[in-house]
């Protein structure tokens, strides 16, 4: 199965600052099959990109996402209040195996 | 707008199964993966399975022995099931719509556009 691996554990920012997450996957993601979600506590995850750099609906134009073969990023221009919360990859490429990366918490500095 | 709601046991035993059932309402349910993920407590996703309004499933491989999901299209619902359950099976269980491209309808390759509201379930004797 491919493994996701999310640098840094934990992004300590202040509003409106530039947010850089990393995933990185132990081999190739086919067809840059990679999506990101984004969990606020108690709540379910909320789909933020897919296709690697495709907006979901009603996400806003801060989120973006890039990356391809093993290396990819999701960026968040300007970070808002209500950005603060645990950010998930998922590798979509391997039928065998959907899997999801440790996740990264962008906490308020 | 697609919402699901899941319903199921909270409390169960060691070696019990766990039964979970997700509606779907609004939107098509054909064309789409049907899904459960779970959430240990304080930790990340994990994916267990899926399965296409007609019945083709993919299941995480560590699951796979234990694991049955099963779909009713007339009722526009969808189960879970993970038999002989452990400790190590507690978790926040979540059903979600997998979103697969048209032209590679039975690849099994999806992601999750709509979610649930999970339901914790809890393994304890």
């Known amino acids: 199965e491919i493994v996701l691996t999310q640098s840094p554990g934990t992004l300590s920012l202040s509003p409106g600052e530039r947010a850089t997450l990393s995933c990185r996957a132990s081999q190739g993601v086919t067809s840059s099959y990679l999506a990101w979600y984004q969990q606020k506590r108690g709540q379910a995850p909320r789909l933020l990109i897919y296709?690697?750099?495709t907006r979901a609906t009603g996400i806003p134009d801060r989120f973006s996402g890039s990356g391809s073969g093993t290396d990819f990023t999701l960026t968040i221009s300007r970070l808002e209040p209500e950005d603060f919360a645990v950010y998930y990859c998922q590798q979509y490429g391997s039928s065998l195996a959907l899997t999801f990366g440790g996740g990264t918490k962008v906490e308020i500095k | 707008q697609v919402q699901l709601q899941q319903w199921g046991a909270g409390l169960l035993k060691p070696s019990e199964t766990l039964s979970l059932t997700c509606a779907v309402y609004g939107g098509p349910f054909s064309g789409h993966y049907w899904s459960w993920i779970r959430q240990p407590p304080g930790k990340g996703l994990e994916w267990i399975g899926g399965i296409l309004h007609r019945g083709n499933t993919n299941y995480d491989p560590s699951l796979k022995s234990r694991v049955t999901i099963s779909v009713d299209t007339s009722k526009k619902q969808f189960s879970l099931r993970l038999s002989s359950v452990t400790a190590a099976d507690t978790a926040v269980y979540y059903c979600?719509?997998?979103?697969?491209?048209?032209?590679?309808?039975?690849?099994?390759?999806?992601?999750?556009?709509?979610w649930g509201q999970g339901t914790l379930v809890t393994v304890s004797s």
């Open positions: 979600a719509r997998g979103v697969v491209r048209s032209y590679e309808m039975l690849s099994g390759r999806y992601y999750f556009d709509s």
């Open positions: 296709g690697t750099s």
